[in-house]
Structure formats: structure tokens, C-alpha cells
């Protein structure tokens, strides 16, 4: 394949996350809403520019009154901050459809280097003759180094809410016209 443009069918793509919940639980959400702005060579993504971004305000962890803290100055502060975003600044080989893509990630008003581990799944044509893409990723961020620290200390040790966050991105993308 050559290097093209690809949109993100964000119908068959998904972006979720997990993160320990009173240290003995994970607890599961998602963003609803994200785009993308890919030029790749699917099959080489060495050379590819990848733009990514999320509106924190899709966050779904299936409860409301959590999904509304979250929103607020405690966490995200989507009145200030209403997007995260990934721009790729280098991506490397790490095995066959695998890579290593290093960016900038920016959030809560911070920026700090991340890496996420990328898969090509492969490609091929819908029923109406659009090319198609599909990759996964996988990826983990400290929410305190984005200045994501409200927390509370739990009488048996430890605290409520994690540090890491684990993210998996599905992503189908259609080849821009």
C-alpha cells in the first residue's frame, strides 16, 4: 500500500479504559466520542502522522453520578479541558503488523511523551468498495502526572482509585476519498 489519509469509522471503532478501583477491583469505562487524523502506509506505519483526539465529556463507565464526578474539577475538568489528545512523534518496528507509536499527549492542561503498543489487523474493502483498516492499541498512563490526583486513603490501606490508567483502542478507517 502506499501512504494515504484515513478517517476513523468511529461506528466500528471503540476507545475504552480500565483503572483499580479500592485496589482489588477494575472498574471499566469508555469515550464515545474521538476522531483521528491518519496518513500511513497501513501495511509500514514507520512513517506515519497520527493525530489523535477524545472528548472527555463521552466518558461512559455505566453510572452516571461517577461518569458527572469525573467530569468535574476533581478530574478532568472538561469545562477547562475538554479534550485529550496524541500526536505521534515516532513510531518503531517491534515485530510483524507491530509497533511501538510514541507521541505527545496532552491533558488536563499537560503534555508528557506516551507510548502505546500498535497492531495492524489488516485491510480490506466493505461492501460498497471503500478500503478499509483496522488496528488495535494498547497503552497505559499515570493519571497523576497529568495532575489527576484526587483520591481518598481507605482505612484497611491503600487508596480508592488508581494510578495507572490502561487504555485498548479499536479502530476501523476508511481511506479518505
Known sequence: MSTSK???DVAHSS?????KHMMIAKVK???H????EIEADPSDLTTANIQFNVVLNSIDTRNADRDNHLRTGDFFDIEHYPTLSFQSTSIRRTGDGEYDVTGDLHLHGLTRPETFHVAYEGSGK???????VGFS????????SYGLTYNAV???GGVLIGDDVKFTIELEAVKAN
Open 6 to 8: 484515513w478517517q476513523v
Open 15 to 19: 476507545v475504552d479504559f480500565t483503572i
Open 29 to 31: 469505562g469508555a469515550f
Open 33 to 36: 466520542e474521538f476522531s483521528a
Open 126 to 132: 466493505d461492501p460498497w468498495g471503500n478500503e478499509k
Open 137 to 144: 492499541a494498547k497503552g497505559a498512563i499515570s493519571r497523576s
Open 154 to 156: 481507605l482505612e484497611t
